[in-house]
């Protein structure tokens, strides 16, 4: 079954703890995204990467870190440096040919307690 | 870099009726406008883009439109269902950048 795998759905972390949220995907696709959804914000870009072992910062990268070592593997952590974590998490990925159409992830839901 | 602004935030139809979502963007180099849809509780998924080149596009009840001009694209929606109910998300492209989203409308059709 070809798609976007994240892990966990559902996170629960205490405040200054970071924590990686998991990404994966079978499809090949040279891209991978990470956006942050928060109601009536919509969807707002975290971090990108197009090629393996290269990754770009979006418009909210404060707080978060992420690692490309895997064509198929996207990671994100959040770290205890970002202010406001309790979000949902959706992870993205595209194709090189069809680099405009994204397919998401089942997305993973953070809550700092 | 683009931003796209998205309204109304919240919409309610009478089931049979047809909604209307607007989105207005600012980078007139943008070249691609996709509309996604997501279901509560569910990912977003495409449902109907349209590129610079054309100015409609239809698919079955759903129809995207853009004023290259006036640079604004809208998503029209007829004979709405009850299963049309989500949150319904506009975007643009520029160049090789990602996609660009805006902030979403809750689309609610009341049976």
């Known amino acids: 079954d070809g798609g976007i795998t994240q892990s966990p759905k559902y996170l629960f972390r205490k405040e200054g703890q970071n924590v990686t949220l998991s990404c994966e995907q079978n499809?090949?696709?040279?891209?991978m995204y990470w956006y942050r959804q928060d109601p009536g914000q919509g969807l707002r870009l975290i971090y990108y990467?197009?090629?393996?072992?290269?990754?770009q910062k979006g418009d909210i990268a404060e707080g978060y870190s992420v690692s490309r070592e895997k064509k198929e593997s996207f990671p994100l952590t959040v770290t205890s440096a970002q202010k406001n974590p309790t979000a949902f998490y959706l992870c993205?990925?595209?194709?090189?040919?069809?680099?405009?159409?994204?397919?998401f992830g089942a997305g993973s839901r953070l809550t700092v307690l | 870099g683009e931003n796209v602004e998205q309204h109304p935030s919240t919409l309610s139809v009478q089931e049979g009726d047809s909604a209307v979502i607007k989105c207005t963007y600012s980078?007139?180099?943008?070249?691609?406008f996709p509309w996604y849809k997501q279901e509560l509780g569910k990912r977003p998924q495409l449902i109907i883009d349209?590129?610079?080149?054309?100015g409609e596009k239809k698919d079955q009840r759903i129809a995207v439109t853009l004023n290259k001009t006036a640079k604004h694209f809208s998503l029209h929606i007829t004979e709405t269902q009850p299963e049309d109910s989500a949150v319904y998300f506009c975007?643009?492209?520029?160049?090789?950048?990602?996609?660009?989203f805006g902030k979403g409308t809750r689309l609610s059709v009341i049976a």
């Open positions: 993205a990925s595209s194709s090189s040919g069809r680099a405009n159409v994204l397919t």
């Open positions: 499809l090949n696709h040279d891209a």
């Open positions: 990467s197009q090629i393996v072992n290269d990754f």
């Open positions: 980078d007139s180099a943008s070249n691609y």
């Open positions: 349209i590129r610079s080149n054309v």
């Open positions: 975007a643009g492209l520029s160049g090789n950048t990602p996609l660009v």
